[in-house]
Antibody, heavy 123, light 111 residues
Framework: EVQLVESGGGLVQPGGSLRLSCAASGFTFSSYSMNWVRQAPGKGLEWVSYISSSSSTIYYADSVKGRFTISRDNAKNSLYLQMNSLRDEDTAVYYC????????????????WGQGTLVTVSS | QSALTQPASVSGSPGQSITISCTGTSSDVGSYNLVSWYQQHPGKAPKLMIYEVSKRPSGVSNRFSGSKSGNTASLTISGLQAEDEADYYCCSYAGSSTYVVFGGGTKLTVL
């Protein structure tokens, strides 16, 4: 059974840092690209960042570029999101999501999601 | 990175059909058959319902169907059931510089 379990959320002051983790199990983690998607309270989904299976390709939403860093450790079946210079508007539930692929080609949809971890940025 | 446009809410009675639209641009929905739809119940993680415009993952009811015309994608739910009441989000690939973009979400109420 595919499982994605996020952790690391919490309350942080504006300007502070936080590192989120996502532990994957039930599939060959090293074969899949992964993403972070967030959802502000009462709001819609917002894509945050993408990392390819080998970490060779990384993308960020403009809203987090230069402040957030996505990474992964395939030996530990784990995905990370280092968040620096946090702002009030970064307050959200952060989900890690697996991106499906076929014959080595990304399919640009998310077939499994974690339960999310809440990040609250407030003084 | 503008969000795709969805109606804020739709409603229908049990047994009826509803359609949720998702309007993008020629840079996203109009250029790629890479639209997906997600269902989200309150306090839960999103669940994939449709991918590549009209394909259903294993285990998703065939009451859910997707289509696309030009810059607008649509999700149709037939034979509405109480359990379908949820928020629905569309998502489209938008090129390597933007990657993917979500719609603002539509709240479905089953009357």
């Amino acid at each position: 059974e595919v499982q994605l379990v996020e952790s690391g959320g919490g309350l942080v002051q504006p300007g502070g840092s936080l590192r989120l983790s996502c532990a994957a199990s039930g599939f060959t983690f090293s074969s899949y690209s992964m993403n972070w998607v967030r959802q502000a309270p009462g709001k819609g989904l917002e894509w945050v960042s993408y990392i390819s299976s080998s970490s060779s390709t990384i993308y960020y939403a403009d809203s987090v570029k230069g402040r957030f860093t996505i990474s992964r450790d395939n030996a530990k079946n784990s995905l990370y999101l280092q968040m620096n210079s946090l702002r009030d508007e970064d307050t959200a539930v952060y989900y890690c999501a697996r991106e499906n692929f076929w014959s080595g080609v990304n399919l640009y949809y998310f077939d499994y999601w974690g339960q999310g971890t809440l990040v609250t940025v407030s003084s | 990175q503008s969000a795709l446009t969805q109606p804020a809410s739709v409603s229908g009675s049990p047994g009826q059909s509803i359609t949720i639209s998702c309007t993008g641009t020629s840079s996203d929905v109009g250029s790629y058959n890479l639209v997906s739809w997600y269902q989200q119940h309150p306090g839960k993680a999103p669940k994939l319902m449709i991918y590549e415009v009209s394909k259903r993952p294993s285990g998703v009811s065939n009451r859910f169907s997707g289509s696309k015309s030009g810059n607008t994608a649509s999700l149709t739910i037939s034979g509405l059931q109480a359990e379908d009441e949820a928020d629905y989000y569309c998502c489209s690939y938008a090129g390597s510089s933007t990657y993917v973009v979500f719609g603002g979400g539509t709240k479905l109420t089953v009357l």
